[in-house]
């Protein structure tokens, strides 16, 4: 092997930034999962955190969510499932509107340092969020609150914003060989 570990900072003169938009997208597992490893993270610097959820219903009560009102932090899960169990697409829509209210209104409050937007980008690309406005939100945001934003296909507008894009690659699930999540690991 002719590799040898480096000896020189690879990036020479970083600067810091007030706050991040962190976007977890792609087809693979892992996007809200990663997005709860910066919320531990910032749980562990005292700072206040906030979590919406677009999709999942308080009904589904899952491990992160008990976690992390363990852990102090304000959690909202405005949504009423998968869309292809809703009785009314409408509804769900208007759901996910309310669910967008309460996000811009934690972001704009500027009480919390940290505000993750779980699955997002769904609503944002079946339009019914108004795109403009939630680019809106997140750009002119109080400078230290730093957001993180979940969901496949993410619009091309939200990745121009985000500070960092993380996109997930599904190589292999236990889903595609037919085997239900598992509480604890999926959820």
Do not use: C
């Not at 706050?19 to 206040?48: F, P």
């Not at 972001?107 to 690309?125: A, F, H, K, N, R």
């Amino acid at each position: 092997m002719t590799d040898v570990p480096p000896t020189e900072d690879p990036v020479p003169g970083l600067r810091r930034a007030p706050s991040l938009v962190l976007l977890n997208t792609g087809d693979g597992k892992g996007k809200s999962t990663a997005a709860m490893g910066v919320m531990i993270r910032a749980v562990a610097r005292e700072w206040k955190v906030a979590v919406v959820q677009f999709l999942k219903s308080g009904d589904w009560a899952t491990g992160e969510q008990k976690t992390a009102q363990r852990l102090g932090v304000d959690w909202w899960a405005i949504g009423d499932g998968f869309t292809w169990d809703s009785e009314d697409l409408e509804e769900s829509a208007a759901i996910a509107q309310q669910a967008w209210s309460k996000a811009k209104e934690v972001i704009l409050s500027g009480d919390y340092s940290l505000v993750i937007l779980d699955e997002v980008t769904y609503p944002l690309t079946w339009g019914w969020i108004d795109l403009d406005e939630a680019i809106t939100v997140i750009t002119t945001r109080p400078d230290h609150v730093n957001i993180v934003l979940t969901g496949r296909d993410a619009p091309p507008e939200l990745v121009d914003v985000a500070d960092t894009v993380t996109e997930m690659r599904s190589v292999k699930h236990a889903f595609e060989r037919g085997i239900r999540a598992k509480k604890g690991i999926d959820f």
